[in-house]
């Protein structure tokens, strides 16, 4: 994936997209022995070393519950997949650089990217705003496509395989769909003009020209123009996420229990 393909993620959340995104590309940094079994030995080594030298992120230190927000909880359950994904690509990064990934400072941005996306889902909640399955549905198609899948049916499998439940991605999903029923509540439709996609179209060019001869080639505008108005859209989801968070933080009863 290109930095044009679209990111689902307002916030920095880990929320459902991003990691499904990773899952989909065969990063979870799930090592399960089935996973590895049915694995080519090439395909294998790669997934061991994107999870890092010791085989993946120590979770045994992980409590039953992570965060408690306003008296809901953050459970394990719903950190470990997030926690996982995050390491996978922290892992890979740093392989690059020789480092091993810094698990408590990814463990604590996992708790707090969890807490930001409760506290968003209580207030689209109290807003009164619901998402139904044929949303989630529509997402999943969405997210498919854009990950050159032909159906949610096959993303979901793909994820199933990285250690994600199809019930975890559809949850994870839902969240997502509601954050972003919620920014649209606070602020109105957004809509990119065409002055700011071609700015970014430029920064993209730009990235391209620094990265030299590795890069992937950036197809003329026209072509990409919808991608860019997707990443225009969510770069604006997460400034709204971003302060409507700041917001509820401040009145809100937060406990991380890592």
Do not use: W
């Not at 970014?200 to 026209?222: C, R, S």
């Amino acid at each position: 994936m290109t930095h044009l393909m679209r990111t689902r993620t307002a916030l920095g959340l880990v929320a459902a997209t991003s990691l499904l995104a990773l899952s989909a590309c065969g990063g979870s940094g799930d090592s399960s022995a089935d996973s590895e079994k049915d694995a080519s030995p090439s395909e294998t080594s790669s997934a061991s070393a994107g999870a890092g030298a010791e085989g993946g992120p120590d979770l045994d230190a992980i409590p039953d519950v992570v965060a408690e927000v306003n008296g809901e909880e953050v459970t394990k359950d719903e950190f470990v997949p997030i926690y996982e994904a995050a390491f996978a690509q922290a892992a890979s990064q740093a392989q690059m650089g020789g480092e091993a990934p810094d698990e408590e400072q990814l463990r604590k941005q996992t708790a707090d990217d969890l807490v930001d996306t409760e506290l968003l889902a209580q207030e689209a909640e109290a807003r009164g705003l619901e998402v139904s399955d044929d949303d989630v549905d529509a997402e999943l198609t969405d997210l498919a496509e854009q990950n050159g899948m032909k159906s949610a049916d096959e993303l979901l499998e793909a994820v199933e395989q990285q250690g994600v439940t199809a019930e975890q991605a559809r949850d994870q999903v839902e969240t997502q769909v509601l954050v972003e029923q919620l920014v649209t509540d606070e602020s109105g439709p957004i809509e990119p003009t065409d002055k700011e996609l071609r700015e970014l179209y430029a920064q993209a060019k730009e990235q391209q020209a620094q990265a030299g001869e590795q890069a992937q080639k950036i197809p003329p505008f026209a072509q990409v123009r919808d991608q860019l108005a997707e990443q225009a859209t969510n770069q604006q989801i997460g400034k709204v996420a971003t302060a409507l968070v700041e917001d509820l933080r401040a009145n809100a009863d937060i406990t991380i229990n890592l």
